[in-house]
């Protein structure tokens, strides 16, 4: 009993920091488009040229009068925004949404001190000028032309937004919550048993508000956030101990860097013990009531248990299929029926969050592919222009207007990579300015580059100027004041009359918004995966206990109906792994633990795993491996599971009577594995999103209900993740040839924090 406690205990803590991640992240978005819409505001032309003209000028009044229309619309789109307002160099209130600020003297608040270089979010407090709980985002207006300081713009946010993001969690419990808590550990939000009256009023002093702001702990997840998270410092973010009410809790806290805050969520131990306790004297009264009443426990669970839980898995494969909009719907009052609301509720969150994710994503990538058109006529105008001047240093003057402006970040550098030219972009993107550029190697550490391995840098020099050839990747990067960005780069050689390189030409784009975009994506998969794992858990349980017959003896039709509910409930288990898999890779947390490896026998393993299926369809497998085949130095257990998915995939889809083939060799540095078969092929049209999450060829949805869409593209992230690659032929009606490349040198040792689920 007191390791199911302690199953179910993690389970809940799992829950608790998991949730509590997922809002982590929602309120960073939130703070970062926010910072966004400040940028935007003090960005403007129209700001500059107010702040430049002077008070008594004819265009002052025409200006000022831009400037109120632009600070009206923008409070009427956000109804989260409370004031907009400017000040000039003094600090005195030159424009405002308020007019009764107008002329207000505001030299001494932080928020026009600390914004005269960066942004700055000022924390939320009690703002004695409008009479309200609040904070504020300002972000420093310069002169284009010189950097000149001319003032702040300042967006004064309510508290309303970040509330909403807490207030929904927890509502199907008594006492679970979340709340956010300054770095003074002064609550920010109420939570469900205090009133406003606690904000920034009432310090939290529980144990674990306290580690939330450990030095140690702060600092650690300010440099690497919570992807790859320390197992000791995970521990340490999981709490059994008192609240502010002095009741004991289970609870987690998540620190979040960009504002200084601490995001708590909690639930009271004796609503959990409640929880474990019930199931006990469940367990406890139906062990008692089958050696009594059997007939009637059977007829019992045959209405009110099995017929639920059928519904409730296939509910849940239709959902797992993709359809969001099914509804389980099933009205009883217990378990059972609080499991089927939580998937109805989950199913709809889920739509939507995909809905926003993909709208999001779609946006990104229209914004990208028009960026990367851009990028690309830039970089070639540039050259062109190289080329039809002399090529020398004085030259550069008559083709300067033609890029000094440009969005991206473009440099011209001599053969040996000092730098010639830098265009505005530059600073604005990196923060160094042209007299710190010009005459330093581009992208080396004293600028904003060394951050990548030795061997990049050195594979990239061979690809500008030994092979002479265009060089397009994404290369991490620092900016003037530490920060970190992602950029995608594209360098260009110039060749000279005598065929040797005399220019290059460098074009940027910061891609981090992309990438976080992307990140959130796979963030969102994990969550939504663990989220799964407890009722799924439950289930088996459940069928488990069924089936061995702890709640009395089943009839044949009982029998049969708590085998196709754990069938399906094993189909589900699968999704889920799928998903934690691919969230596990991508986040880099999967643990690489490369040894001599004999494929030929990875292969007979799954072989032996799937002989079964092979028997049922009568198909045959033939595998051919070079004899002097070596062993490679890999992950076994990643290895495993490419073959797992393409030998499965192999049988599934090839006919009754079919032939699949195995054959392992090695060519150059690489070994090579092919997995063949005769059967339904994929239709040209599908063959490009083939290797896309949850895709699914239109051939085989027909004839093969069952399939997640998730196996190639997890095959795939393996082996690139490896250092391989993956491509396929196939053919309608003829069959598909799948192979994959290892580097004969094996993989190297990979630290991590969790192994791949099989």
């Known amino acids: 009993?007191?390791?199911?406690?302690?199953?179910?205990?993690?389970?809940?803590?799992?829950?608790?920091?998991?949730?509590?991640?997922?809002?982590?992240?929602?309120?960073?978005?939130?703070?970062?488009?926010?910072?966004?819409?400040?940028?935007?505001?003090?960005?403007?032309?129209?700001?500059?040229?107010?702040?430049?003209?002077?008070?008594?000028?004819?265009?002052?009044?025409?200006?000022?009068?831009?400037?109120?229309?632009?600070?009206?619309?923008?409070?009427?789109?956000?109804?989260?925004?409370?004031?907009?307002?400017?000040?000039?160099?003094?600090?005195?209130?030159?424009?405002?949404?308020?007019?009764?600020?107008?002329?207000?003297?505001?030299?001494?608040?932080?928020?026009?001190?600390?914004?005269?270089?960066?942004?700055?979010?000022?924390?939320?407090?009690?703002?004695?000028?409008?009479?309200?709980?609040?904070?504020?985002?300002?972000?420093?207006?310069?002169?284009?032309?010189?950097?000149?300081?001319?003032?702040?713009?300042?967006?004064?946010?309510?508290?309303?937004?970040?509330?909403?993001?807490?207030?929904?969690?927890?509502?199907?419990?008594?006492?679970?919550?979340?709340?956010?808590?300054?770095?003074?550990?002064?609550?920010?939000?109420?939570?469900?048993?205090?009133?406003?009256?606690?904000?920034?009023?009432?310090?939290?002093?529980?144990?674990?508000?306290?580690?939330?702001?450990?030095?140690?702990?702060?600092?650690?997840?300010?440099?690497?956030?919570?992807?790859?998270?320390?197992?000791?410092?995970?521990?340490?973010?999981?709490?059994?101990?008192?609240?502010?009410?002095?009741?004991?809790?289970?609870?987690?806290?998540?620190?979040?860097?960009?504002?200084?805050?601490?995001?708590?969520?909690?639930?009271?131990?004796?609503?959990?013990?409640?929880?474990?306790?019930?199931?006990?004297?469940?367990?406890?009264?139906?062990?008692?009531?089958?050696?009594?009443?059997?007939?009637?426990?059977?007829?019992?669970?045959?209405?009110?248990?099995?017929?639920?839980?059928?519904?409730?898995?296939?509910?849940?494969?239709?959902?797992?299929?993709?359809?969001?909009?099914?509804?389980?719907?099933?009205?009883?009052?217990?378990?059972?029926?609080?499991?089927?609301?939580?998937?109805?509720?989950?199913?709809?969150?889920?739509?939507?969050?995909?809905?926003?994710?993909?709208?999001?994503?779609?946006?990104?990538?229209?914004?990208?592919?028009?960026?990367?058109?851009?990028?690309?006529?830039?970089?070639?105008?540039?050259?062109?222009?190289?080329?039809?001047?002399?090529?020398?240093?004085?030259?550069?003057?008559?083709?300067?207007?033609?890029?000094?402006?440009?969005?991206?970040h473009i440099v011209i550098t001599d053969a040996e990579g000092i730098v010639l030219y830098a265009n505005k972009a530059v600073e604005r993107i990196t923060g160094f300015n042209n007299s710190e550029v010009v005459g330093k190697k581009a992208g080396n550490d004293e600028l904003w580059g060394g951050l990548m391995e030795k061997s990049f840098y050195k594979k990239m020099w061979k690809t500008i100027k030994i092979d002479k050839k265009i060089f397009s990747g994404e290369i991490n990067n620092k900016k003037k004041n530490?920060?970190?960005?992602?950029?995608?780069?594209?360098?260009?050689?110039?060749?000279?009359?005598?065929?040797e390189v005399v220019f290059f030409v460098g074009v940027e784009r910061d891609i981090t918004h992309e990438k976080e975009v992307d990140r959130m994506k796979t963030d969102f998969i994990s969550l939504a995966s663990h989220q799964l794992r407890t009722p799924l858990s439950a289930m088996r349980w459940f069928s488990e206990m069924l089936l061995a017959g702890d709640a009395g003896k089943l009839s044949k039709d009982q029998t049969e109906f708590v085998k196709n509910i754990e069938s399906a409930n094993a189909r589900m288990i699968v999704l889920v792994n799928s998903l934690l898999n691919i969230s596990r890779i991508e986040s880099g947390r999967i643990v690489v633990d490369p040894e001599p490896t004999d494929l030929k026998q990875l292969v007979d393993d799954q072989l032996l795993e799937i002989d079964k299926q092979l028997k049922d369809k009568k198909q045959t497998a033939v595998v051919s491996v070079n004899k002097n085949m070596p062993k490679i130095n890999v992950d076994p257990k990643l290895i495993r599971e490419v073959y797992k998915n393409l030998l499965t995939n192999a049988s599934k889809y090839t006919q009754d009577g079919g032939q699949i083939e195995i054959f392992i060799s090695s060519k150059d540095k690489e070994i090579i594995s092919q997995v063949s078969d005769n059967g339904l092929g994929i239709p040209t049209a599908s063959q490009e999103h083939i290797f896309e999450r949850f895709f699914r060829a239109e051939n085989v949805v027909k004839t093969e209900t069952e399939g997640t869409g998730l196996g190639l593209y997890l095959a795939k992230a393996i082996v690139e993740s490896s250092g391989g690659k993956m491509w396929f032929k196939s053919e309608i009606g003829k069959g598909t040839s799948f192979w994959f490349s290892l580097p004969l040198k094996g993989v190297k040792k990979k630290a991590g924090e969790i192994t791949i689920n099989s």
């Not at 960026?371 to 008559?398: F, H, S, T, W």
């Not at 530490?482 to 065929?499: A, R, T």
Request: proline content about 1%.
């Open 482 to 499: 530490g920060d970190k960005y992602i950029s995608f780069s594209s360098i260009s050689p110039v060749i000279g009359k005598n065929g």
């Open 1 to 408: 009993m007191n390791s199911t406690l302690g199953i179910i205990k993690n389970d809940v803590f799992d829950e608790l920091y998991y949730n509590g991640q997922a809002m982590v992240l929602h309120v960073q978005t939130y703070i970062n488009d926010q910072k966004k819409t400040g940028e935007v505001l003090a960005e403007a032309s129209v700001y500059r040229d107010f702040l430049k003209q002077d008070v008594n000028s004819t265009q002052y009044s025409i200006i000022k009068e831009k400037i109120n229309e632009r600070l009206e619309r923008t409070i009427k789109v956000d109804g989260n925004i409370i004031e907009i307002f400017i000040l000039n160099k003094d600090g005195k209130i030159v424009a405002s949404t308020e007019k009764s600020h107008l002329a207000m003297d505001k030299a001494s608040d932080v928020y026009f001190l600390n914004a005269k270089n960066q942004i700055y979010i000022k924390d939320i407090y009690f703002s004695n000028t409008i009479k309200k709980n609040g904070y504020t985002i300002s972000v420093p207006i310069l002169d284009e032309a010189n950097n000149r300081f001319l003032g702040v713009s300042v967006v004064r946010y309510s508290t309303k937004g970040i509330e909403s993001i807490l207030n929904g969690y927890g509502r199907q419990n008594k006492s679970k919550e979340a709340f956010l808590i300054n770095n003074n550990r002064y609550f920010l939000t109420q939570t469900r048993f205090t009133s406003e009256s606690v904000v920034l009023k009432q310090v939290v002093d529980t144990q674990n508000a306290k580690d939330c702001f450990d030095p140690t702990e702060v600092e650690y997840i300010t440099r690497n956030g919570y992807i790859g998270l320390d197992e000791s410092v995970g521990k340490r973010q999981r709490v059994e101990s008192t609240d502010y009410r002095g009741i004991p809790v289970l609870a987690t806290h998540n620190y979040i860097p960009e504002t200084k805050w601490c995001l708590i969520t909690k639930i009271d131990q004796s609503e959990f013990l409640s929880s474990s306790n019930t199931i006990s004297r469940i367990f406890m009264l139906v062990f008692v009531l089958s050696l009594v009443f059997v007939i009637l426990i059977s007829y019992m669970l045959a209405r009110q248990i099995i017929k639920p839980i059928e519904k409730l898995i296939l509910g849940a494969g239709i959902i797992a299929g993709g359809n969001y909009d099914y509804i389980v719907d099933i009205k009883s009052k217990d378990e059972v029926g609080d499991l089927a609301f939580e998937f109805d509720k989950m199913s709809m969150a889920i739509k939507q969050s995909r809905l926003e994710i993909n709208q999001k994503v779609n946006d990104q990538t229209e914004e990208i592919v028009t960026k990367n058109e851009d990028m690309g006529k830039q970089q070639r105008a540039i050259i062109n222009i190289l080329e039809d001047v002399e090529l020398a240093k004085g030259d550069l003057e008559k083709f300067k207007l033609a890029v000094e402006n440009a969005s991206d």
